[in-house]
């Protein structure tokens, strides 16, 4: 992706999230040059725990088709996991446009909430898993959406309007995608790591090539290990 393409989703994801009333932390107004500072000094744990803009095309280079924004807001890390306390969950807010697809995947460790914000329809296609991982093309997926137990088919499209959640859990294989318009998603989970617990079903990468033809207007995560340290 061209950073200035980047630049142009941040501008239009933040006036989408705005205009639902959701106003986002003040770290993420931030220049490149006031978040290397911030997180030398006093704002070490944006750059530990990996908070802040996500935008990617999956490596695909087709960010209309398949592709997602995303913010997180907050996030714990291993070293909680390891001890039992302190932040043990996560929390990120999304946008998936209009049939824009979110790619087939699940995660090894994540459980998390999907919960539709406002806009469109949330789509949301699900599988269970194997023993071993892989997708089990023919087994019932049950599913809780807001604390309602559901046994749904295999690769059933789950439909939530706005409000509506669903819980996922590491057996479960999702892909989602909005319809009827662009869709802000909130997602609430214990502790998220997306470089190691994205396990997709084609070979695709987590994270975009940037192409640097202008500055960035605010920095990604996936920026942070070449322009933070």
Known sequence: ?????????????DAFIRSFGYIMPPFAYWSARELKLRVATDSA???????????????QGNFKDLGLFLFTTRNGNDVNIAKGMGMLYAEK???????QISPMHRHNKKTEDIINRGGGTLVIELFSAFADGSI??????????????RTLKAGTRLALAPGE???????????????????????????????TDNIFRDPIGRFSTISENEDPL????????KWLK
Not at 93 to 99: A, N
């Open 1 to 13: 992706m061209k950073r200035s393409e980047i630049n142009e989703i941040i501008r239009e994801s």
């Open 136 to 149: 089990d093309p023919d087994a019932d997926v049950h599913v809780y959406t807001d604390c309602r137990r």
């Open 45 to 59: 744990g944006i750059f530990d725990n990996r908070l802040g803009w996500d935008i990617t095309d999956y490596g």
């Open 218 to 225: 605010h920095l990604l995560v996936s920026d942070y290990d």
């Open 93 to 99: 807010i999304m946008i998936s446009r209009e049939q």
């Open 165 to 195: 959640s669903v819980t996922l859990e590491v057996n479960h294989w999702h892909a989602f995608w909005g319809e009827g318009g662009d869709v802000l998603i909130g997602e609430v989970s214990n502790v998220n790591d997306d470089v």
